[in-house]
């Protein structure tokens, strides 16, 4: 495993203890991370209108705008979605029961493409 590999699975980790203490101490609706990636809680409703979804059902699969996408094309869809209309953020709706490698893959194609992320877990 490369470096850069163990590299985003510790971002994961860290990210995932971030949003689960959020969640569970309830302390706040939102946090803000020098990444450029805005976290929001499953109670904040106030989302730009510039953003488009990701979304990572409770199976696993990926859906964008509510459209299921295979993973092997959801990189050229969201670099393709985040150039439609102008896109300037990018939502991530997960389940909480998705493991954390999931979001943690959105996350990268975002952040590789220089694409702002805000990630929202649901809880049912």
Do not use: C
């Not at 990636?37 to 696993?60: A, M, Q, R, W, Y």
């Not at 999931?102 to 990268?108: A, E, L, N, Q």
């Amino acid at each position: 495993m490369s470096k850069k590999s163990l590299y985003w699975i510790f971002f994961g980790v860290i990210l995932s203890s971030i949003v689960l203490v959020s969640f569970f101490n309830g302390n706040s609706s939102h946090i803000e991370l020098d990444s450029s990636i805005d976290l929001l809680s499953p109670n904040k409703t106030e989302i730009k209108s510039t953003s488009f979804k990701v979304e990572i059902n409770k199976k696993g699969d990926y859906l964008i705008q509510n459209i299921l996408v295979e993973k092997d094309s959801i990189e050229k869809e969201i670099i393709r979605y985040s150039k439609l209309e102008n896109y300037e953020t990018m939502l991530i709706k997960s389940h909480k029961s998705i493991e954390m490698h999931h979001v943690v893959f959105i996350m990268d194609i975002a952040n590789r493409n220089k694409i702002k992320s805000m990630l929202a877990i649901k809880s049912e």
